[in-house]
């Protein structure tokens, strides 16, 4: 392990959106952490590369985050993903397994119903741009004064439109008959008290998806509750957890 006092906590984003909402995450989470957030394509500086809908193409763009996973196998990391990025996290959780890595020491869901339940904006990826804009604004999901034309609607709504695509193929591919089922690792679903599309009672579901210890909590906020300040706190506290017991178990100095 490169540093032997750091859990590396790897991110993924909702849909249409970058990384910055885990960028004072280092700092929020606390000692202990090292948060790498992970940037689709299509977005940022990223934005002019051919957007993902695929969940080959995921795993395929995601080739060097399996990579340090397989150059650093006795790092214990956690894997968090919100919303779109909870079926980018539990994807990735599956890869690892089926590929004989290193699995996470904590899989971490938020703002996500599971795979096998209805999910608010499932096949919305297809409806016209005026219907979809409508739904997103039902669920209060749209930036204020959003309007056809306008440089929101230029920019990030196509990636949202491809990302409820993704979305919803690694919901199908989670529920295939080759899919692996429930994972042997901890899981923590989190919601958002005031989420209107994945709210506390959206998260009871996940405990099917994994045989190890399943946790549910729910955190101040609406959908987006992943740009305050009480998640990366949670997840900080767990790293640490998770880092106590990566010491525990190889025999390694617990420092202060």
């Known amino acids: 392990m490169g540093d032997r006092q750091t859990v590396r906590l790897h991110c993924f984003a909702h849909a249409g959106a970058g990384v910055s909402s885990f960028h004072r995450w280092d700092t929020a989470a606390g000692r202990g952490v090292r948060t790498t957030p992970w940037l689709l394509p299509g977005r940022d ?8 809908t695929g969940h080959d193409e995921l795993l395929a763009d995601l ?27 539990l994807t990735v959780a599956q890869a690892v397994l ?36 409508r739904v997103l604004d039902a669920f209060d999901a749209l930036p204020p004064g959003v309007r056809p034309g306008d440089v929101w609607f230029r920019v990030v709504f196509p ?46 579901g996940w405990d099917h998806w994994t045989t190890g210890p399943f946790v549910r909590r729910t955190v101040p906020g609406d959908h987006f509750f992943v740009r305050g300040g009480e998640l990366p706190r949670m997840l900080g506290r767990a790293a640490r957890i998770v880092l106590r017991g990566h010491r525990d178990r190889t025999g390694q100095r617990v420092g202060r």
């Open 159 to 204: 990636v949202l439109r491809a990302d409820l695509r993704l979305a919803a193929t690694l919901r199908t591919a989670a529920t295939g008959p080759t899919a692996p089922g429930p994972l042997p690792v901890p899981l923590l679903a989190v919601a958002g008290s005031e989420d209107p599309l994945a709210g506390p009672a959206a998260t009871a």
């Open 63 to 89: 080739k060097p985050l399996f990579e340090q996973i397989a150059d650093e196998p006795e790092a214990p990391y956690v894997l968090y993903g919100h919303s779109l990025g909870a079926m980018v996290a």
């Open 45 to 52: 500086q990223r934005r002019r590369e051919p957007r993902l």
């Open 98 to 133: 089926e590929r004989g890595l290193t699995p996470p020491a904590l899989l971490a869901v938020g703002a996500c119903p599971p795979p096998d339940s209805p999910a608010p904006l499932a096949g919305a990826a297809e409806l016209t741009d005026a219907e979809l804009l």
